[in-house]
């Protein structure tokens, strides 16, 4: 639970119900979930666990108490990931890795293919090394934290193209480190081209500037085909691991429940804490995960999805605040299982 503060500065915020247009203390409970959330998010991954069973009821109260849609929209999202321990492929020492996440937002939908959204998110990242483990003798990193606010928007300029922008800001920093340190700005767009009722696809972009003295731009695919009544393929995030990009084919056995095949591209970069003889002030974590998930839809517009696969070519990497490489390390194929759970209201 948050400190006194804390709790305090939920107390005062109040939101608009959107049927009767009452104000609500913040402490009904999706908003009381998100503020408590973003104001003390613990390094505790245990605590992603509570935050689903909080977001499950939330999610349950809101759903019974709305009984049609109106133009503003809420959602939430939790999730953990467990990588077992696997070891460094070139040396000694091994690592495992727990990563968790909470997210809100709130956004206004003119209709289905017009909206605008705020979105808040925090996780941490904990990398649990081995005594003897070091990259290249160096001293490996612990806790990433990590915080992140985007505004995405999505448009139709024409009755067959789809577009997104989504700018955002970011900041990954190790435990102890300054946020400012981490802190990167960027932007995700793209359109698509609706070609039949089954098939969208276009191209798109991403730009960041990193943590270090980085900058990084790379094409995207914005893909959405049905190729069956039940099988499709898409591009999106990947929730194996930190919400790299990804591309998922998945077959849909009922209302109910959607089996999914996912591969991806990981790759983190983090600010590193000052310590006595370290020199490195930028770490690197990649991976390419590969996972197979089982998603259940319990009400409409919520999801619980349950995942298991591995992690190919994970690298490891320690470099100086210029962009210059200073150590690095591989580790071998690594199993990964994780859950999420999300919902719209």
């Known amino acids: 639970m948050p400190d006194k503060a804390g709790q305090a500065l939920a107390r005062s915020i109040h939101v608009k119900h959107r049927d009767t247009g009452r104000k609500l203390p913040a402490h009904s409970p999706f908003i009381r979930l998100i503020l408590y959330s973003m104001i003390e998010f613990s390094s505790n991954w245990r605590n992603t666990i509570a935050a689903l069973l909080v977001s499950l009821s939330a999610a349950v109260s809101a759903q019974e108490s ?9 959602n939430i999202a939790v999730g953990a990931v467990n990588q077992f321990p696997t070891d460094f492929s070139d040396g000694p020492g091994d690592v495992s890795i727990t990563r968790g996440f909470v997210e ?22 904990d990398y649990d090394f081995s005594s003897d483990a070091s990259i290249e003798g160096r001293e490996p990193w ?73 900058t990084t731009a790379f094409p995207i695919i914005l893909l959405d085909w049905k ?52 020199t490195a002030q930028v770490g690197e974590d990649s991976s390419a995960p590969l996972v197979v998930s089982a998603t259940h839809t319990p009400w409409p517009m919520t999801t619980i999805t349950a995942l298991a696969g591995v992690e190919f070519g994970g690298s490891l990497n320690l470099e100086d605040n210029n962009g210059r490489n200073l150590a690095a390390t591989d580790v071998d194929t690594a199993i990964v299982i994780g859950f999420a759970f999300q919902s719209r209201f």
């Open 104 to 125: 809100g937002g709130l956004g206004y939908a003119w209709d289905r293919y017009n909206s605008v959204s705020f979105s808040l998110a925090a996780g941490t990242t």
């Open 66 to 74: 709305r009984q049609e849609r109106g133009p503003w929209v809420s």
């Open 227 to 278: 190729i069956t009544e039940a099988l499709s393929l898409s591009t999106g995030r990947n929730l194996a691991s930190a919400g790299g990009p990804s591309l998922s084919m998945n077959y849909e056995m009922d209302q109910k429940w959607t089996l999914g095949l996912t591969a991806g591209y990981e790759q983190s970069r983090f600010a590193l804490a000052e310590r006595d003889g370290r």
């Open 142 to 214: 612990g806790r990433i934290d990590e915080y992140r606010l985007s505004v995405p928007v999505r448009f139709s300029p024409t009755e067959k193209m789809r577009a997104i922008v989504i700018p955002s800001i970011r900041t990954s920093a190790e435990s102890g480190a300054s946020a400012s340190d981490g802190r990167s700005e960027g932007m995700l767009a793209g359109v698509s081209w609706k070609f039949s009722d089954t098939l969208s696809v276009g191209p798109g972009f991403g730009w960041f500037s990193d943590v270090g003295d980085e």
